[in-house]
């Protein structure tokens, strides 16, 4: 009987544990849907007041008004703009880490994805007075997801290598087939990242205290929409960082 009464104690300790644990459960996701839900109002809510300041901008400097008068327009028009990409980057954040956002799996070729960031970054690269080099294995380079969301991915990665590399510097962008896997490496010897910041620049809003990197605008969301969109893929992102020395970002995602 004591034996019996022993077990049913411990029984009845573990299932107040797991009780427990739940309840912890619950309120984190509690917590995570209120993030996210707060996130997408907040950048729902400005969106609409901040179409209207870019469109009224836009006329007022199509009017005939003086030199002056242009100077703060103009400075009006990139502080709006920055609003802007804060804006839109939270946006992204919020649909990515919405717990029941449904991932899209379709066959994307990286290959594609890679030639289209590049498009897009490189006359930023030329004018910096950098180099920015492509390899790409022969062939597809197929993963199943989010045709956006992996676009998103390895343009914030290769406007962060342009960004924080002065001019002079290479960026490389490689995709290369690994195993089961594709694997994508931005490569810059630019500014580098702190041993202590690496694994905090994943976090939604940070930026290093680098005066350097921090002249540079930005709005400290673009590595957390790496980091969660290589987690809704089901992959992993490494950085391999020496301050002063450049930076080498790796994501591996799982091959179609
Ligand atoms: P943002 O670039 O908008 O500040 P990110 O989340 O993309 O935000 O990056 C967070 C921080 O990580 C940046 O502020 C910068 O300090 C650092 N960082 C990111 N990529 C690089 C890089 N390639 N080289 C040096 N620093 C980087």
Same mark, same amino acid.
Request: hydrophobic share 40%; aromatic share 4%.
């Given at each position: ?66 030199? $002056?008068?242009? @100077?703060? !327009?103009?400075?009006?028009? &990139? ?6 990409? +804060?804006? /839109? *980057? ?77 001019? $002079?510097?290479? @960026?490389? !962008?490689?995709?290369?087939? &690994? ?6 490496? +931005?490569? /810059? *010897? ?67």
């Amino acid at each position: 009987a004591l034996e019996i009464g022993h077990d049913l104690g411990a029984a009845l300790l573990t299932a107040r544990a797991l009780e427990r644990e739940r309840g912890l459960v619950r309120q984190l996701q509690e917590l995570d849907d209120y993030r996210s839900q707060l996130f997408a109002t907040l950048s729902h809510e400005l969106r609409t007041p901040l179409t209207v300041i870019s469109g009224n901008l836009e006329i007022v400097g199509g009017l005939a008004i003086d030199d $002056g008068a242009k @100077v703060f !327009l103009d400075a009006m028009g &990139r502080g709006a703009e920055r609003m802007q990409k +804060v804006v /839109d *980057d939270l946006m992204l954040l919020a649909r990515v880490t919405h717990p029941r956002h449904p991932l899209t799996r379709i066959s994307v070729d990286l290959r594609e994805v890679a030639e289209d960031v590049v498009t897009l970054l490189d006359s930023t690269a030329i004018s910096k007075g950098l180099t920015l080099d492509v390899h790409l294995d022969d062939g597809p380079l197929l993963v199943l997801g989010d045709p956006a969301e992996i676009d998103q991915l390895l343009a914030n990665l290769v406007s962060n290598a342009v960004k924080y590399t002065p001019s $002079g510097g290479t @960026v490389t !962008l490689s995709v290369r087939r &690994r195993d089961d896997d594709v694997e994508v490496r +931005v490569a /810059d *010897d630019g500014l580098g990242i702190a041993e202590e910041d690496q694994a905090r620049i994943f976090r939604a809003f940070y930026r290093t205290e680098n005066p350097e990197a921090l002249s540079e605008p930005g709005t400290g969301l673009g590595l957390a929409i790496v980091a969660t969109v290589v987690e809704r893929h089901g992959g992993r992102v490494e950085v391999d960082s020496h301050l002063g020395q450049g930076s080498i970002f790796t994501v591996t995602l799982p091959g179609a």
